[in-house]
Nanobody, 122 residues
Framework: QVQLVESGGGLVQAGGSLRLSCAAS????????MAWIRQAPGKERDFVAA????????SYADSVKGRFTISRDNAKNTVYLQMNSLKPEDTAVYYC???????????????WGQGTQVTVSS
């Protein structure tokens, strides 16, 4: 089992940057694909980015390509989301999620953190 705790959210002006972190506990982190998934008010959860177990492969939603970067440090059991050129439409609760095995470009992950709020003002 993997337990996930996100941090780094906050309020930022449009065009600004934030870096989210997700600390994982448990011995299965290095065997887990990781993802960031967000949920805007009144909307369903949407896939943002995913990274393979080794960190050698990444995938992004079209809406964040070129602006967001997902990375991981298996020695620190941590996954990151660097968010640049933020837009008001990026406002959402951002969740870190994990699944054993292959990364998927969807919200089909088994383990979830509690979420961190990101608010982008215009």
């Amino acid at each position: 089992q993997v337990q996930l705790v996100e941090s780094g959210g906050g309020l930022v002006q449009a065009g600004g940057s934030l870096r989210l972190s997700c600390a994982a506990s448990g011995r299965t982190f290095s065997n887990s694909a990781m993802a960031w998934i967000r949920q805007a008010p009144g909307k369903e959860r949407d896939f943002v980015a995913a990274i393979t177990r080794s960190g050698g492969g990444t995938s992004y939603a079209d809406s964040v390509k070129g602006r967001f970067t997902i990375s991981r440090d298996n020695a620190k059991n941590t996954v990151y989301l660097q968010m640049n050129s933020l837009k008001p439409e990026d406002t959402a609760v951002y969740y870190c999620a994990a699944r054993l095995g292959t990364a998927v470009v969807s919200t089909n992950y088994n383990y979830w953190g509690q979420g961190t709020q990101v608010t982008v003002s215009s």
